[in-house]
């Protein structure tokens, strides 16, 4: 899962409500389909175990992309979706799409000088790339530097921070984050009727805001940030220690020669020299219709990288659909196969092993498509089932699929993603990120009456998480995407508990190389989990009407570049 500093807020903000389960007290579930029990009753914890621990073993070394582990890795999913009885799902009859990828290490420069000041800025320590100009030496002079506020436009909220500015060749810094402006009835909150309140939307996320200063002409864009507030900033100095990955494009377009971060203390000295305090130009960044600042400045970005070319692989399975009209449409389901690799710089244990992050998820996405295989009507529809290359490096699989889809997007109605596991025991509760984007929803919260649990229609964090995994991906394509995500009210244990096991694991396991396979999961969860997110997917599947975005989605908009 990609910027999981995210999940730590989702914790701290699930508040569910609690049901009794009818594995434990007879409690009568909602009217499930008989045709479902077989196939349910397919989905094993011990099937789901014995994947996690294969491809979280170090004989799999991480399952970075274009490295031995990603052979082993596509290997031995393509061979257990075809013996669960599945289709190859690329038309050309294999079982893989073939993505071209580059790989990139890079050592990146930046020096500024406003007003005739020079502000020194050291990487690692002032800014840190995410994405280079993919040539193995840039040397771009700078003609300005531009404050452009959150460096949003969006037509859906009448905004526009680049309104009337000209960012050509010049380096753009942005404020993380969206506008906001205090809830009139309780200063605490955000408004609601301004952008989305509380709940984040994209238009706040780096992808972003770096396609705006890209497309603008901007010689760079750094995000401003505050390390002691964020862990987005220790991430991404982690990653620009390993080696980067980007999608091989074609395209003839000038990209930015760099994208990346900048903290709030270096951004400060740099507005400072301009005689400006940063303080009050993030104020007035919250104002409609406050202008850009532009700096007298002039600078360059110089970047050496090492560059190489890769060819790595969505695996891509299919369980055709029984309706002669029907099965000419497709409901996704995805879970990313690949992990961080192996650091030979590490002393003692190298591999991060990613046995919850994300060798979970993809056994669920097995053991889901050896349950729709087992059923003996198959669903309308034609469910594809995608393990997708290259999340940790940008959602980089899915960003291709919808690039270069096997099958047509407007004929795709849902994604459903999966991206770890609850390994923990059950949960009589179930939530979705970005709840409130579709009518999905509706799905996942009959799926779990049908159950006896309950799926709480509330976001379960802020939005973020939302933006954290490849259904983000899915939803730019115009693709209704959720990602399910189990709760933490777990049967049979203290309360509080789930709340702990999450935390501890993002503390302790999360992107480091102690994920690995546990002795105290319990798989009820999981296997109950899988359950869930295969009948939301068969009624789906087999229902009369398409998932639609709901109104105040930002993603028909994004979709139309606005």
């Known amino acids: 899962m990609m910027n999981k500093s995210l999940a730590a807020m989702v914790l701290l903000n699930l508040v569910f409500g609690v049901v009794s389960h009818p594995a434990q007290n007879g409690s009568t579930p909602g009217s499930m389909p008989a045709e479902l029990a077989p196939a349910l009753e397919s989905i094993h914890g011990d099937k789901i175990f014995q994947h996690v621990r294969t491809l979280a073993s170090d004989r799999f070394e991480g ?17 257990e979706l075809k013996e669960a009885g599945l289709q190859p799902g690329n038309p050309n009859g294999r079982f893989v799409q073939k993505v ?5 290490k890079t050592t990146p420069a930046i020096s500024v000088s406003v007003n005739g000041r020079a502000v020194r800025l050291s990487f690692m320590a002032d800014f ?11 040397n771009e002079n700078i003609s300005g530097i531009v404050f452009a506020g959150y460096g949003i436009t969006a037509s859906q909220f009448e905004w526009d921070d680049y309104k009337s500015t000209d960012v050509r060749n010049k380096l753009v810094l942005v404020l993380s984050g969206e506008p906001s402006r205090p809830d009139l009835k309780d200063p605490k909150k955000s408004d609601p009727a301004f952008f989305k309140g509380d709940i984040r939307t994209y238009y706040s996320t780096r992808e972003f805001k770096y396609e705006q200063a890209q497309k603008r002409g901007a010689a760079g864009v750094l995000v401003i940030t505050d390390p002691e507030k964020a862990q987005t900033y ?4 982690t990653f620009a220690r390993m080696e980067g990955m980007a999608l091989r ?9 760099i994208a990346g971060l900048i903290t709030e203390k270096a951004a400060g000295r740099i507005l400072s020299a301009a005689d400006t305090a940063f303080a009050d130009a993030a104020t007035k960044a919250d104002l409609p219709n406050t202008r850009a600042i532009v700096l007298n400045a002039t600078g360059r970005i110089s970047i050496r990288s090492q560059l190489r070319q890769i060819i790595s692989h969505n695996v891509v399975a299919k369980v055709e659909g029984s309706d002669p009209v029907l099965k000419k449409e497709f409901v996704i389901y995805s879970a990313h196969w690949d992990h961080l690799g192996k650091d030979k710089n590490l002393a003692g244990d190298q591999i991060y092993n990613g046995a919850n992050d994300n060798a979970a998820g993809v056994a669920q996405l097995i053991e889901v498509g050896r349950a729709f295989a087992a059923l003996k009507k198959r669903p309308k529809r034609t469910v594809l089932f995608i393990a997708t290359t290259a999340e940790e490096m940008g959602y980089l699989g899915a960003r291709y699929y919808i690039r270069k889809p096997l099958y ?12 770890a596991g609850n390994l923990f025991g059950l949960t009589r509760d179930l939530g979705s990120t970005g709840y409130g984007n579709s009518t999905l929803d509706k799905a996942l919260a009959e799926a779990a009456a049908m159950q006896g649990r309950t799926f709480v229609e509330a976001s379960i964090d802020n939005g973020g998480m939302y933006f954290a995994s490849d259904q983000i991906e899915f939803a730019k394509g115009g693709i209704p995407a959720v990602f399910p995500w189990s709760g933490v009210d777990y049967v049979g244990k203290s309360p509080g508990f789930g709340e702990k096991i999450w935390d501890e694991y993002i503390e302790k396991r999360y992107h480091q190389v102690t994920d690995e396979v546990m002795p105290y999961w319990e798989m009820s969860g ?3 989990d899988a359950r869930w997110m295969m009948i939301a997917g068969f009624l789906v599947a087999n229902g009369t009407c398409r998932p639609e975005f709901l109104k105040g989605s930002e993603y028909p908009w994004i979709g139309k570049g606005k």
């Open 63 to 79: 399952r970075a992309a274009g490295s031995h582990g990603e052979e082993l890795t596509v290997d031995y999913i393509a061979n």
């Open 100 to 104: 071209p990828l580059t790989g990139y």
């Open 128 to 138: 840190v790339h995410d994405l280079p100009r993919l040539v193995p030496q840039v």
């Open 234 to 237: 220790s991430l991404f100095q």
């Open 249 to 257: 494009d074609s395209s003839t377009a000038r990209s930015l020669a």
């Open 408 to 419: 047509p997007i407007s004929q795709t109605v849902a994604a459903i993603n999966l991206d």
């Open 526 to 528: 999981a296997v109950e």
